[in-house]
């Protein structure tokens, strides 16, 4: 793809939607966007003319437009595969926010396309792959300065959910990100996993189980916990330690002034996603941008959407069965 210019056509109108537009058209030099759709008619004609450009009538007809060279996804979880799908015959890049799809068979069909296809078009929305923190946490794993990891101990805390959140969620919205980030930390698929219910939070607002305790292990053998509290937290705080054979890595809260004052030293916590990691997402875009214009993508794969999607389903059967459940996963194709 020769061109100066990535021009993104936008399915999905939401919080995220409208943040990564916003991020699109004002941060990301190498790419804009030209055209977007939303369900709700309103909102997609209301940002169509705040940015100046197009609402189209159907998702569809979205793709299809001769001036969208990629297209991203941001609608509503159970439509991601539906566009993933129709993106996919035109040949045209996509993004799509997690999940990719919601079963491991339609992520497994859309890797067969690409590999009829005979390259890469799908980048899954794992932004954390992005953040400073992490990706210099992987660089010391990498050159061995803690030695081989052992452990993983994690935290995902949020302050709210939105209405009509549910148990399963907590795997799926929630914990999907640490699935994820954690086997692209230690560059290992896991081979079995669990969820512990443990005792319930007072402060949970609705009638989902609240915190989860999230465990994996490695195919190596390597362990890792994620407490996973989707409500009634004091901050939205993510945590992660790598415990190695010769030290640990601890993930760093994002820049924050640090205060001495009334007796105590203290530093502020942020209360929302986009808040603790929009310089990840502004640089998740920019790569994505970039690898588009080059033709080449490097990001989060169709593959790590099927791992992910595969997980968080055992994961899910574990919290039922109470039991530990073993991970099965196709072979991966030589483009991934």
Not at 207 to 228: A, C, H, Y
């Amino acid at each position: 793809m020769v061109k100066e210019v990535l021009r993104v056509g936008v399915i999905g109108c939401g919080a995220i939607g409208k943040e990564h537009i916003e991020r699109l058209i004002n941060v990301v030099a190498q790419a804009t966007v030209v055209a977007v759709y939303d369900y709700f008619e309103e909102v997609a004609q209301s940002v169509a003319t705040k940015y100046q450009i197009e609402a189209c009538e159907s998702g569809e007809a979205l793709i299809a437009r001769d001036d969208v060279d990629a297209v991203l996804i941001t609608s509503t979880d159970d439509t991601h595969a539906v566009y993933v799908f129709e993106a996919l015959k035109h040949e045209k890049y996509i993004f799509c926010e997690k999940p990719l799809a919601l079963t491991a068979q339609e992520c497994q069909e859309m890797m067969a396309k690409e590999i009829q296809i005979g390259k890469r078009l799908i980048q899954v929305g794992f932004n954390r792959r992005f953040d400073i923190g992490y990706r210099e946490m992987k660089q010391a794993i990498r050159a061995g300065e803690i030695g081989e990891p052992l452990l993983i101990h994690s935290a995902h805390r949020n302050i709210s959910q939105a209405p009509g959140f549910k148990t399963d969620y907590a795997i799926t919205r929630v914990a999907i990100h640490e699935i994820d980030i954690t086997r692209w930390l230690l560059d290992e698929e896991y081979d079995e996993v669990q969820v512990l219910t443990v005792k319930q939070s007072r402060k949970t607002t609705g009638d989902w189980l609240n915190p989860q305790l999230v465990m994996f292990k490695t195919q190596s053998g390597q362990r890792i916990d994620v407490e996973v509290q989707t409500d009634g937290a004091y901050a939205y705080d993510i945590q992660c330690q790598v415990v190695g054979e010769n030290g640990t890595l601890n993930l760093p809260d994002p820049a924050r002034v640090l205060k001495r004052t009334a007796g105590q030293y203290t530093y502020g916590l942020t209360d929302h996603w986009a808040k603790r990691f929009i310089d990840s997402y502004d640089t998740e875009f920019k790569e994505w941008a970039a690898s588009v214009l080059s033709d080449k993508l490097v990001g989060p794969s169709a593959w790590d959407g099927y791992v992910s999607c595969v997980v968080a389903d055992r994961l899910i059967q574990s919290r039922k069965s109470g039991n530990v459940e073993k991970i099965e996963l196709v072979e991966k194709a030589e483009i991934y």
